[in-house]
């Protein structure tokens, strides 16, 4: 079985693990991000009134919810965090993680400049 070549990186250039790792310092945590107690409970309610995905019932699928999406990024380009459009409940969908973390990122991701 043939093996792929070896992947080509400039020396002293960070591997993907050293990237990760200084994006998530940059990121910073959840809770300083505005993830609190506050949302842990909203998001609790919202999933128990919206418990289903809404991309996976497009789909005609039922699929349990397991995240609460901000619809329209509560985030500008620079980080900075709007919080009126955060706490607006008309801009959460319930999302199961797999549309969530793959399907929803990638279509943000495509929408960027």
């Known amino acids: ?3 792929s070549p070896p992947t080509f990186r400039p020396a002293g ?3 993907r693990q050293q990237q990760r790792k200084v ?5 910073g945590t959840a ?3 505005g993830y609190s ?8 309610t919202w999933l128990a009134r919206h418990p289903l995905c809404v991309m996976c019932e497009a789909d005609g699928r039922v699929e349990a ?12 380009a620079q980080g900075v965090s709007d919080t009126t459009l955060f706490w607006d409940t008309a801009n ?3 999302l199961c993680e ?11 991701r495509g929408s960027r400049p």
Do not use: F, G, L, T
């Open 37 to 44: 107690s506050r949302w842990d409970k909203a998001r609790k």
């Open 13 to 15: 250039a960070a591997d």
């Open 23 to 27: 994006y998530d310092q940059r990121r």
């Open 98 to 108: 797999r549309h969530h973390n793959r399907d929803k990122q990638r279509a943000e």
């Open 65 to 76: 919810a397991r995240v609460v999406d901000h619809i329209i990024p509560h985030r500008d």
């Open 1 to 3: 079985m043939p093996c």
């Open 92 to 94: 959460w969908q319930s």
């Open 31 to 33: 809770r300083e991000r």
